[in-house]
Each structure stands twice: as C-alpha cells, then as structure tokens.
C-alpha cells in the first residue's frame, strides 16, 4: 500500500515538470540529467521501502534520505528541461535544491548522534546557518549579484567551518559515545562531506573561475556531485542501520 502511495506520487510528477522531450545523444550535460533524475527516483522509492527493514531509532534518517533524493528529484526534472530546452545552467532551480536538500543532510548528523547519545542542539544550529551562507554565497557567485572569487571564498569558509564542526569539534566528542555501526556510518559521512562536498566547489572553478563561463563543465560536475552526495549518502546511513540490525 505504501508502495503504491509513494509510486503514484511520482507517476504524476511528470505532468507539472517542463518539457526537454528532445535528448540529444551527444549532449553528455544532458544524458547527466536524465541519468541522475532516474536514479534519484529510484533511490527515493528505495529508501521508503527500507524504512521498514531497520531498527526504530533509524528510520528517521532513512525518511529523511528519502526526502533528500525526492526534492531533488522534483528539481531535476525541471533543471533536465531547463538545461534540454536552451543551454542554460539552471541556477535558480538548483539553489532552491540546495537550500532545501543541504540543511536536511545537515539534520542526518545530529539526528544520528542523538539517535544514541548526548548532544545539544547548538550543533544542529551551528552546521544549519553555516550551510545556509555558504549557498547564499554560492549563489551571489554564480547570479552575477557578487564577484565570483570573493563569493566562492566566502563560501569555502563556512563549508571548512562546517567540516571542523563535525570534525574536531562537538559532533566529534559525542560520536566517540556510540557503537561501532553507528561510529563507522557517522565517519564515512564526514568523508562525503570532505571529498564528496568538494565536487561542488571544484564545478565553481571550473564553471566561473577559469576565465570564462563554462556551462557544461559546471552542470556536469554539479551533476555529478548530487548523485554521490545525495544518493551514496543515505546508502551510507542504510548500510550502517541493516548492518547495526543484524549485530544487534
Ligand atoms: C544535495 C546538495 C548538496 C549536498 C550541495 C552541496 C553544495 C556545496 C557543498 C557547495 C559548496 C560551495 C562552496 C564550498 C563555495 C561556494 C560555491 C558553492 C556554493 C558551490
């Protein structure tokens, strides 16, 4: 039943997103597109289904994977359009992703780590706000509103901010509390945030910063860094609840 809830909401989508019909096959920004739209459909489906297969304090890490994948998934239909239809790099569309998507993978730390152990709350307000200005400046960056390199530093700032946060700071005095699942999930998390999240600021050079606007490159590797961030993110936290199940 949940299943058919969850599929008939998505067979609908397709009716309000914008149009974009006409892939052509040696438009690989495109094919990028299509292909991270389908995925991020099927792994909202997945992520919705598993909830029933992990332990009580995951599931909401699980519904919220799912929420992530879903948001974007909604975006990128238009962004694929959008993209399909005139050539343009969907800023708008993928900063209104962002804003929503970002702050939500934000809850998946906290949530994990009050999930089975102290932790207060400025935490999850701190990485909240310093998440937010850095997408403030990323879009001022790409929307013209700001010089790009400045804009771009800025913006590096609060994401390093964020990563000794977690790193060095509160997050990491209180997952040295918990068990070795949810230790194990929480540390390859920080390596997406670090290597993963990287991808994004490695578009903005290439897309802004190497002498001229360079749509493809940027879009492409915006692309590509949603699917791992997005996607293997909450495969991360999936793996580690099934994983904490059966040792339990
Ligand atoms: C699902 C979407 C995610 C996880 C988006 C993450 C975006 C970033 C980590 C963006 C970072 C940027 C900087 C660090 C500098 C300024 C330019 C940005 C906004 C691309």
Redesign the pocket.
């Known amino acids: 039943m949940k299943f058919l809830i969850i599929l008939s909401s998505f067979a609908a989508a397709p009716l309000f997103a914008a149009s974009g019909g006409d892939l052509n096959a040696n438009d690989f920004v495109g094919v990028s597109f299509w292909l991270v739209t389908a995925a991020l459909l099927a792994a909202t489906v997945f992520f919705f289904i598993e909830r029933d297969n992990v332990g009580e304090k995951w599931k909401t890490s699980l519904t919220i994977a799912g929420l992530?994948t879903g948001i974007?998934f909604w975006h990128y239909l238009y962004m694929r359009g959008v993209w399909i239809d005139t050539g343009e790099t969907p800023t708008v569309f993928r900063y209104i992703?962002?804003l929503l998507?970002?702050p939500l993978?934000m809850a998946e730390f906290y949530l994990i780590l009050r999930a089975v152990t102290e932790v207060a709350a400025s935490l999850f307000y701190k990485l909240f706000v310093s998440s937010l200005l850095?997408?403030v400046?990323?879009?001022a960056?790409e929307a013209g509103l700001m010089p790009a390199l400045p804009?771009?530093l800025i913006?590096?700032a609060?994401?390093v901010y964020m990563i000794y946060t977690l790193w060095m700071g509160e997050g990491k005095e209180a997952v040295l509390t918990t068990s070795p699942s949810v230790q194990t999930a929480y540390n390859t998390m920080m390596w997406i945030i670090i290597v993963g999240?990287a991808i994004?600021?490695a578009?903005?050079v290439f897309g802004y910063l190497m002498g001229s606007v360079d749509a493809s490159s940027l879009n492409l590797i915006y692309n590509l860094?949603?699917f791992v961030?997005?996607i293997l993110f909450g495969l991360v936290i999936w793996a580690a609840a099934v994983e904490d199940k059966r040792t339990a």
Request: net charge negative; aromatic share 32%; glycine share 14%.
């Open positions: 992530v974007a992703d962002w998507t970002v993978l850095m997408l400046f990323g879009y960056g804009a771009f913006g590096v609060f994401w999240w994004y600021p578009g903005y860094a949603d961030n997005k």
